[in-house]
């Protein structure tokens, strides 16, 4: 180990924790308005690469059938729930919500592939394709059980995972895909040359968390969901409706998928489950920052990268468990310095 090759780790690590920092956010936000660890968060991420890939081979995605699938899905759901709580009248929305507006995208995908158009197209038709799938399956998964134990929404949340990496392979198929280049060139800095792909990555990481920060602060509806995230009956009592704030965090972490897998698929082949690991290092993170800490789940995610980045030069075969040994010491320190039901009793009771 010399110095050079630690700034080159130190580079690589942080690329990797410019995308488990956006992946941090995204669970983050769905947690801590909704309560649910949403475990398939790295799979939306995959199907917005492999969306990407085929764009640019000229095929149809085979996200579109995903998307089509999962929003007749939800439309049936949809319209059954009002017909049984008596409120047909909504049906004609439902339709409109669950089913037109998820098949936009898919339209747009339809119309764009096989052409030849600027790249950049493609990247906006891949992440827009992306964005409905989170808040469907919310829909036929989650929202029924959106007042159970977070125990139980974990346990519904891991099969979502198991349930849309079936899915990827049925629709995509065992093969990876790998995009071409966002940024060519490279950039010197200081005797290193640092690729144009690296220097995007972090710095889309700095404008996406920016957006965020300013959405949060300045907006309505940034707000709506800080408030949902703080207190669910306050906020329904001013008029807040939580399963509506829910729908928007599960829409905003749909879209910072999108980014993510635009981002990744030129540095790494992705499959239909190469999503997976992502998600686990970006809950590493989230969780050094308490799943409620934006500015610690960053700090988190920085970590991350670094630790697995020079984790990979001691030994590639444990850099992961490396990585996902750091709950660890911060699971320790956590409990450490929470105060416990059990402790609290007994300073009453004395």
């Known amino acids: 180990m010399t110095w050079d090759v630690a700034l080159i780790l130190g580079i690589d690590g942080m690329a990797n924790g410019s995308v488990y920092l956006l992946a941090g956010l995204g669970l983050v936000l769905i947690f801590s308005v909704t309560r649910v660890v949403f475990v398939p968060f790295g799979d939306v991420a995959a199907f917005s690469a492999l969306s990407l890939a085929a764009f640019e081979t000229g095929k149809q995605p085979a996200t579109i059938g995903l998307v089509l699938t ?175 704030t829910a729908l928007l965090a599960y829409t905003f972490a749909s879209v910072l998928a999108g980014f993510i897998g635009v981002l990744v698929a030129p540095a790494t082949t992705m499959y239909y489950d190469s999503g997976f690991l992502i998600g686990l290092k970006a809950f590493v993170a989230a969780i050094i920052g308490g799943l409620v800490s934006y500015p610690l789940t960053a700090l988190g995610a920085l970590a991350v990268g670094i630790v697995e980045s020079f984790g990979s030069f001691w030994s590639g075969a444990l850099k992961d468990v490396i990585v996902f040994s750091l709950l660890i010491p911060v699971l320790m320190l956590r409990s450490a310095m929470t105060k416990h039901p059990e402790e609290e009793v007994e300073e009453i009771d004395q």
């Open 70 to 244: 999962l929003a007749a899905l939800a439309t049936i759901a949809e319209v059954v729930s009002l017909v049984r709580r008596g409120e047909a009248a909504g049906i004609p929305k439902a339709i409109l919500g669950w089913g037109v507006l998820p098949a936009l995208p898919c339209a747009l995908a339809w119309l764009v592939a096989g052409r030849q158009l600027p790249h950049v197209v493609f990247i906006l038709a891949a992440i827009l394709l992306v964005v409905p799938i989170t808040p469907l399956v919310a829909r036929l998964a989650l929202q029924p059980i959106a007042d159970a134990s977070t125990l139980v929404l974990l346990i519904a949340s891991l099969a979502l995972h198991f349930l849309l990496s079936g899915l990827g392979l049925l629709f995509f198929g065992p093969e990876g895909s790998r995009t071409a280049p966002l940024a060519e060139g490279s950039l010197s800095i200081g005797g290193f040359s640092v690729s144009g792909q690296v220097l995007l990555m972090v710095g889309a990481a700095i404008v996406l968390s920016g957006l965020f920060f300013l959405a949060f602060e300045r907006t309505a509806v940034g707000k709506a969901l800080r408030a949902t995230a703080v207190n669910r009956v306050g906020a329904r009592l001013v008029g807040i409706r939580p399963a509506r």
